[in-house]
């Protein structure tokens, strides 16, 4: 009996062995096409014409990478690109210096002199220009500093010529793929913030499933007696009473596990023109972009910033100008670049997740993150996607103790601008 099972066993491991390779084949083929276009719109928004490698003509007669030559922290790389270009001399001496790292060779051939391998300072001379422009090919720069982003300047030297290139020292960032799926919800996550506004809550949500009804919805919540908000594909976070308006947002973003998500306030009202989908068609094919706005109401609120650096003990200044723009999309004339838009938007989990919301804020707050943001998000803003306003009534009952809390007194206004000024070290901020 044992060596019937025996053989059993081993028919079927001959049967795996073979069907498992094809199944993995299928599936690594049917998903490749995915897989690439995510890793090239990751390549898109992680590298620039900054990081291209470029290497400096001989317009003296020293060559160089003048841009692009990055190594890993510890790590051991070739210098490309060193070279000499130089007329007849009986000898040629040339001399490399670098602080963060040392300089060594390898596989020199003979009639080229070397001094201070293994230092931070390195000499070769040779009577030949070839044998010595062999051996800088064989220079090596290796980092003795460990640093996630750091950098070291080498000086090279022939006579009297000096050139100063950067070395780049990076630990490389892992990639952050999605699964993009094949329905919107597997792309985007609704998030919203609500505070004693369940009538209007209700009707965003109802709102949303006429149109999207496998989307899910992330709810932040801070009422001070939580009604349960039930339904498929929602999750309600309870905080504490009255944490404010970014200390939700926060939370709210916090649990999106999509590429995108969509913020909307719990009053707003999804119609036939809130096509979420165009939204993420223009952020796909733009992949540097990570917020892009749309209207409400008809409304596109933009704003653009401009931020001039002072003194280092003054602090500098913040220019926010109301529809202030920059140029258009390329291919999307109906959509251009802002600092900051109306607070209905589209945006990259990852990127705004990195930026947040200070939950200082905790009441009128909303141009204060793209001032945050300011340097490390790009933004858009599209006329073609909208959404509408819920109409204001005075029926609910909470109308009262809600606008105690929505609208600002003196204290959080002085609060706010002392803030700025302290946070982002400013010495004015004008608004225009």
């Known amino acids: 009996m044992q060596a019937v099972i025996t053989k059993i066993l081993q028919r079927v491991a001959v049967v795996c062995a073979i069907i498992l390779p094809i199944f993995y084949f299928i599936i690594f083929h049917y998903c490749s096409g995915e897989l690439r276009q995510e890793v090239s719109t990751i390549q898109k928004r992680t590298t620039s014409v900054l990081s291209r490698l470029l290497i400096a003509l001989p317009n003296s007669p020293l060559q160089y990478p003048i841009q692009g ?90 006579e009297n010529h000096e050139a100063v290139f950067p070395i780049t020292i990076k630990q490389p960032q892992l990639p952050v793929l999605h699964d993009m799926g094949t329905d919107i919800s597997s792309h985007v996550t609704i998030a919203t913030k609500t505070f004693l506004r369940y009538p209007q809550l209700k009707v965003l949500l109802s709102s949303i499933r006429r149109f999207y009804s496998n989307i899910e919805v992330i709810i932040a919540d801070d009422s001070f007696e939580p009604e349960h908000i039930t339904g498929e594909h929602i999750r309600q976070y309870l905080m504490p009473p009255a944490q404010g308006w970014f200390a939700g947002r926060n939370l709210a973003v916090s649990q999106v596990t999509t590429k995108y998500f969509l913020w909307v306030d719990d009053d707003f009202l999804f119609t036939g023109n809130t096509k979420v989908e165009k939204l993420v068609e223009v952020m796909e094919a733009v992949p540097e972009l990570d917020v892009l706005g749309g209207t409400v109401q008809g409304n596109q609120f933009y704003f653009s910033l401009l931020y001039e650096e002072g003194e280092e003990m003054e602090g500098g200044c913040l220019y926010r100008k109301s529809q202030g723009k920059f140029q258009s999309l390329r291919g999307y004339p109906r959509c251009f670049l802002a600092s900051g838009v109306v607070n209905f938007f589209l945006a990259r989990t990852d990127a705004v997740q990195r930026v947040g919301f200070d939950p200082k804020l905790q009441r009128v707050a909303h141009s204060e993150f793209f001032m945050d943001g300011l340097g490390s998000l790009l933004v858009a803003t599209c006329d073609h996607v909208s959404i509408d306003h819920q109409p204001k009534t005075g029926n609910n009952k909470d109308n009262a103790h809600y606008s105690r809390f929505r609208n600002p007194g003196n204290s959080d206004v002085e609060f706010k601008l002392q803030l700025h000024f302290f946070k982002n070290h400013l010495k004015c901020v004008r608004y225009g």
Request: charged share 15%; glycine share 10%.
């Open 69 to 158: 030559f990055t190594v890993r922290p510890l790590t051991t790389s070739p210098i490309p690109g060193l070279a000499l270009h130089a007329g007849q001399r009986s000898s040629y001496k040339v001399s490399l210096n670098v602080s963060k790292g040392v300089l060594t060779t390898e596989n020199l051939a003979e009639g080229v002199k070397v001094q201070g391998g293994g230092g931070t300072r390195l000499i070769m001379e040779s009577s030949s220009l070839v044998i010595l422009n062999d051996a800088l090919a064989k220079v090596i720069y290796t980092s003795t500093v460990y640093h996630i982003h750091t950098g070291d300047l080498a000086c090279f030297q022939f």
